[in-house]
């Protein structure tokens, strides 16, 4: 019961530090420029975090939990238990440091370094599964790249089929039902 106890005072700390930091980042230029409340972002975010943890956690959780550290080279099931907790409080507190001090942090950046550690102290630089780990950096350094590179692409297209023609309001009404349409069907696969 104790563990019950400990493992919801961990996971809501995190979660409160994700909320934090994640959710001011992604909500806090719609508020800034009024497009929605204070209290419309908190609910907006609300949704969006428990339908992402619902709907994608399991897959990142099992990354977090199993492909880093070889959890079968560790002989002792505490050391499991304590380095996961330990990876899950460092990372807390980490976040919640770097948000209050407003310095830009990463909370799986954070999650994936206290796995990393935990698995060192734990067992050796052996235990870490190298492969998983560059594969997960990749993504970190492509990610940017490739979001920048749509980004540019989405935003000269709209420039040019929307911004540069004679009437930009009825370009609009044609073309945004089809950039909504990819999105959502992007969003969907």
Do not use: C
């Not at 563990?3 to 995190?14: D, S």
């Amino acid at each position: 019961m104790i563990l019950i106890i400990i493992a919801f005072i961990v996971g809501f700390g995190m979660a409160y530090s994700i909320g934090a930091n994640d959710v001011a980042n992604s909500m806090s230029t719609a508020v800034g420029a009024k497009a929605i409340t204070p209290k419309q972002a908190v609910i907006i975010a609300s949704i969006l975090e428990f339908l992402g943890a619902v709907l994608f956690g399991s897959h990142v959780t099992k990354t977090i939990a199993k492909g880093i550290v070889n959890l079968e080279q560790i002989n002792d099931t505490n050391y499991i238990l304590v380095g996961a907790f330990s990876a899950l409080i460092a990372a807390t507190i980490w976040i919640l440091f770097a948000t209050h001090w407003g310095m830009p942090v990463s909370t799986t950046h954070s999650i994936v370094g206290g796995m990393v550690g935990f698995g060192i102290a734990a067992g050796g630089l052996n235990v870490i599964n190298w492969i998983t780990l560059l594969k997960i950096v990749i993504t970190w350094i492509t990610s940017p790249l490739i979001g920048g590179a749509f980004a540019y692409v989405v935003f000269k297209f709209i420039s040019w089929s929307i911004l540069h023609r004679k009437h930009p309001a009825k370009a609009a009404k044609i073309v945004a039902p089809i950039l909504l349409g990819i999105t959502f069907y992007t969003i969907g696969v």
